[in-house]
């Protein structure tokens, strides 16, 4: 049976809903930073300062290639795996995206006290960064198969609405 995909930007909720989807279907869960830092024994935070970002995606790739051929999988993806059409190619062939979105705002207040996004670290002014590279890869997370508005939901209640979608339901069929 096809992969569950969880995409979107990062705080969205990806991994906690993931797990929590992963249990309810009695699948297995995979999370694409998670398998990149066991096999580089690093948290992402160190891969980015010390490899930087073209490495760790190119380690993102070859990690998503190869997620890509299981079967009967809850994954969760970093929130740029889908801008790489490569990535999404490849997450297509046995699996269905979705998009977890949270506005902007939503964003800022859950990653906050978290040191563990580069990309975050080192904007500036947050706020601004995150309205900017949520713009900058919107059309990326529109090619999936659908969405879901995580602003005013808990991980459970998007897990429900999951489950209740018809593309899901079909999938599970
Ligand atoms: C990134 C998202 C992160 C992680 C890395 C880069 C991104 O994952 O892969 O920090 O480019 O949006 P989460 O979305 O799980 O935080």
Do not use: W
């Amino acid at each position: 049976m096809k992969n569950i995909v969880l995409t979107g930007f990062m705080g969205t909720g990806k991994t906690t809903v993931g797990q929590l989807l992963a249990e309810e279907l009695h699948r297995q869960f995979f999370d694409t930073d998670q398998v990149i830092e066991e096999k580089l024994g690093a948290s992402i935070k160190e891969i980015f300062k010390k490899i930087g970002e073209p490495k760790f995606r190119e380690f993102e790739t070859e990690t998503i290639a190869l997620i890509s051929n299981l079967e009967d999988s809850v994954i969760s993806c970093g929130g740029g795996v889908v801008v790489n059409p490569e990535n999404v190619k490849n997450l297509n062939r046995n699996g269905i995206i979705i998009n977890l979105y949270a506005s902007p705002e939503h964003i800022f207040k859950r990653l906050y006290e978290y040191d563990t996004r580069p990309l975050i670290k080192q904007m500036l002014n947050p706020l601004e960064g995150i309205k900017k590279l949520l713009a900058q890869r919107q059309k990326a997370y529109e090619q999936c198969a659908f969405a879901i508005d995580t602003d005013n939901l808990s991980p459970e209640q998007v897990v429900k609405k999951i489950l209740e979608h018809k593309l899901v339901k079909d999938i599970l069929k």
